[in-house]
């Protein structure tokens, strides 16, 4: 099995900030990267596929970038609906797994 | 609108069994791949099982592999997930969620979950 490990866990940040999230797999899976983003009590929502695609519809201020087993997520300019907690996940080879999360919060 | 519904969570005994329903609107069901997807409040989701557009491919996560089973019936645009055999680490919300294509692995459409509790 593929292993996602996101980093870091937590991080705090404030309205205009760029923040990046980082994303490490334990072997190479290509571009097959998405990132997620999840606001409580509601299911995640597609931001980025294939490592650096962006979702239709959402902001610009998201991008993605990376190949092989590093990949980050940017956030510039930073909005307070931003405020979540993030998720990668591999969809190279089933079983297709997530990162344990990084909780943005406010500073 | 394109939109995924979930029923058939509960509280059930460990041992016992639950059939999990996720009704599809606003696209045609029979040309994407479909997941389920768990998750622990408080924890990052889990990939159960995947069923291809057609039903002609399934697999399984291996912590559930012999004890569920994913169906899917094209003419009810119904997703299903039987659920036997259930432990107590198989309490979560369930959503269903919607693939890219037949069968990419990218889940771009979620239902909003229905919760399951395994307890005695």
């Known amino acids: 099995d593929i292993q996602m490990t996101q980093s870091p866990s937590s991080l705090s940040a404030s309205v205009g900030d760029t923040v990046t999230i980082t994303c490490r797999a334990s072997?190479?899976?290509?571009?097959?990267l998405n990132w997620y983003q999840q606001k409580p009590g509601v299911a995640p929502n597609l931001l980025i596929y294939?490592?650096?695609n962006l979702q239709s519809g959402v902001p610009s201020r998201f991008s993605g970038s990376g190949s092989g087993t590093d990949f980050t997520l940017t956030i510039s300019s930073l909005q307070p609906e931003d405020f979540a907690t993030y998720y990668c996940?591999?969809?190279?080879?089933?079983?297709?797994?997530f990162g344990q999360g990084t909780k943005l919060e406010i500073k | 609108q394109v939109q995924l519904v979930e029923s058939g969570g509960g509280v059930v005994q460990p041992g016992g069994s639950l059939r999990l329903s996720c009704a599809a609107s606003g696209f045609i069901f029979s040309t994407f791949g479909m997941h389920w997807v768990r998750q622990v409040p408080g924890r990052g989701p889990e990939w159960v099982a995947f069923i291809r557009n057609d039903g002609s491919n399934e697999h399984y996560a291996e912590s559930v592999k012999g004890r569920f089973t994913i169906s899917r019936d094209n003419y009810k645009n119904t997703l299903y997930l039987q659920m036997s055999i259930l432990r107590p680490e198989d309490t979560a919300d369930y959503y269903c969620?919607?693939?890219?294509?037949?069968?990419?692995?990218?889940?771009?459409?979620w239902g909003q979950g229905t919760m399951v509790t395994v307890s005695s």
């Open positions: 996940q591999q969809s190279y080879s089933s079983p297709y797994n």
């Open positions: 294939a490592a650096s």
């Open positions: 969620a919607r693939d890219f294509d037949a069968y990419t692995a990218r889940f771009e459409i």
């Open positions: 072997q190479s899976i290509s571009s097959y």
